[in-house]
Structure formats: structure tokens, C-alpha cells
């Protein structure tokens, strides 16, 4: 069975992207073509990027290089759930995609994004990080406004029309999630 990550690109105390990560996850759950799994890279601790060689080298020296790389090498597919922040996604989730390559190529990927202006742009920089590291991005994108899907800007509440577009961004993350697999088998 296929396995998709769901990120939470947020660290910082307070972040409202775990929320909004834990309500993709609840949603994927109830599906049965993939196994979904929520991955949090504050458990990881990453520092800012100390690896002594590029990442394309895969010659990891750090023990948090490894067990991030580790936990990224299995999955098929992966949900990034990002914040914007100054208009791109966030300084942490640039910095964990940053520290490893081949564990990403060749793989497919969906985007969760909110903020002001439902971080689209946020989401537009990671479509650019993605063709670099040869991930295939799905067109489907779930788009969360800080103004009327959280109550004072925090309180999680989405309107419910995002349930659907979730499951659109999901089916098109399953699709290519298989076909790169394929690709990779090869
Ligand atoms: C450093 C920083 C920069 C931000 N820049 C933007 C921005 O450019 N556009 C926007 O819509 N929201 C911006 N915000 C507001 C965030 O979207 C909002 O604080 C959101 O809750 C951040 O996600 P998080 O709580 O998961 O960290 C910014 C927030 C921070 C902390």
C-alpha cells in the first residue's frame, strides 16, 4: 500500500499548522487507498543544515540527518501543510526539505496551505523547491484563510467546502504517488 506523509511545516510555540495538519489527517484516514501518516519535523530537532557535504551526495554524518532521512525514505507521497511566512513557506520546513535529496526524488506531493491570503504563495515558492528535488506536484491545493476558516485568527474552523478539496488534492497525491513508484521500481 502506498504511504503518504502529512507534514506540519510549522515549529514555532502556538503554530496553528498542526491543527490543520491533524484535520487532513483525520480526513485521509477515512480513505482506504493509502496509508497516511503524520509527520512533524519538530520531533526532529533539525538545526539549521550542519551536513558537511550536499545532501545529493547522501552521505549523512549527523544522527538527526539520519533519522529525519530515515522517516522521509519510506513514504511515497507527501502533504506539506505550510504556513506563510513573508510570503513564502516557513524558514523550518525550507530547512528540513534542504538537508535531504534522493529521499524526495521521483515521489508525488499535495499542498496544504493557509494564511492572509490562504498561503498561496507560500505554496508557489514549494512548487519551485519541488522540481529541483524531482517531486511531481499535484494541481488540487487546499487553500485555508486566516480570516473565515479560524475563529480570531487561531481557533481552527474550516468551512466545509475544504472537506472536498481535500479529497480532490488526495486522489491526485494517490495517482501520481503510484505512478512514480512505478517509476522508481524501475
Ligand atoms: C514570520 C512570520 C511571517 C508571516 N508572514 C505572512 C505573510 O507573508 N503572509 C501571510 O498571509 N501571513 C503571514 N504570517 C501570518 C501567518 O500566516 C500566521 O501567523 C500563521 O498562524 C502561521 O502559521 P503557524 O501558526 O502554523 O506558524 C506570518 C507569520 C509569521 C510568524
Redesign the pocket.
Known amino acids: 500500500m502506498l504511504k503518504v506523509a502529512i507534514i ?5 510555540p ?5 491543527a ?1 495538519a491533524k484535520w487532513v489527517h483525520d480526513l485521509a484516514a477515512k480513505r482506504h487507498d493509502a496509508h497516511y501518516e503524520l509527520i512533524d519535523i519538530k520531533d526532529f530537532n533539525l538545526p539549521l543544515l550542519d551536513e558537511p557535504m550536499p545532501p545529493s551526495q547522501g552521505k549523512y554524518s549527523k544522527a538527526h540527518t539520519k533519522a529525519w532521512a530515515a522517516a522521509i525514505e519510506p513514504c511515497d507521497a507527501f502533504v506539506f501543510v505550510t ?6 513557506t ?1 524558514g523550518a520546513l525550507k530547512n528540513a526539505i534542504d538537508f535531504l535529496y534522493k529521499e524526495w526524488n521521483n515521489k508525488a506531493a499535495g499542498f496544504v496551505s ?6 498561496v ?2 505554496v508557489e515558492h514549494l512548487r519551485l523547491i519541488m522540481a529541483e528535488l524531482q517531486i511531481a506536484d499535484v494541481r488540487a491545493q487546499v487553500m485555508l484563510s ?1 480570516f473565515t476558516d ?1 475563529e480570531n ?2 481557533s481552527f474552523k474550516p468551512a466545509p467546502h475544504h472537506e472536498a478539496t481535500v479529497g480532490a488534492m488526495l486522489d491526485q497525491v494517490v495517482a501520481w504517488g503510484g505512478a512514480m513508484k512505478t517509476l522508481r521500481a524501475r
Open positions: 506540519i511545516g510549522s515549529t514555532r502556538g503554530r496553528i499548522g498542526e490543520v504556513p506563510e511566512y513573508n510570503h513564502s516557513s493557509y494564511g492572509s491570503a490562504s498561503g504563495r507560500a486566516l479560524f485568527y487561531s
